[in-house]
Structures are given as C-alpha cells and as structure tokens.
Nanobody, 114 residues
C-alpha cells in the first residue's frame, strides 16, 4: 500500500526555520520524483519544490530559502525551510505519481506568526 506521511510542521516566528519530512511506505521513494506543494488559507495548492534523482527544482515561493533533499536509507524526502515569513503559512503536502496514479500525504500545518 502506497502511503506518504508528512511531519515537522508547527508554529514558528518570522525569520525562523523548519524541516518538513515526507516518509514513504509501500514503494521505494528514490525511484520516483517527489514534489512538495503547499496550500495557504483560502487559496489553491501551489508547487514549491521537486526532486527527481539528483536533480531538484524550486518554484517562486521557495527559491533561495528552501532546500529539498532525500535520505534513501530512510525512504524519506525533506524540505528545509529558512527565513520563513507569514506568507509561508500553509498546509504542506508531498506528492508523487506512482504507476500513473497521484498520491498525496495528509499534509502538515506550518504557521508563521509572532
């Protein structure tokens, strides 16, 4: 059974950092590209960063502040987020396409507030 479980969210002050984790089960994560999306309150879901093999791609919300990485031994992908601002407040999701089907985790809430 394919499953993605995010963790690491929480409340952080502006300028702070968090590291999100996406733990996979039921398949080998390193064989597939993995995306991090986020959904701010009242808005649609937006792509933040992607990793495929040794290549990573960042989109506007993440450029210069976020780093996506993977630990193949732990079957886990991470999103290190630095210099967080209030506009980064969102539910963060990891996402894969496995055998043509999309899989999402349940999401982890990140709240940036003083």
């Amino acid at each position: 059974q394919v499953q993605l479980v995010e963790s690491g969210g929480g409340l952080v002050q502006p300028g702070g950092s968090l590291r999100l984790s996406c733990a996979a089960s039921g398949f080998t994560l390193s064989d597939y590209g993995v995306d991090w999306y986020r959904q701010p309150p009242g808005k649609g879901r937006e792509l933040v960063a992607s990793i495929s093999g040794d290549s990573s791609t960042y989109h506007d919300p993440a450029k210069g502040r976020f780093t996506i990485s993977r630990d193949n031994a732990k079957n886990t992908v991470y999103l290190q987020m630095n210099s967080l601002q209030s506009e980064d407040t969102a539910v963060y999701y990891c996402h894969i396409i496995y055998w043509g089907a999309e899989y999402w985790g349940q999401g982890t809430q990140v709240t940036v507030s003083s």
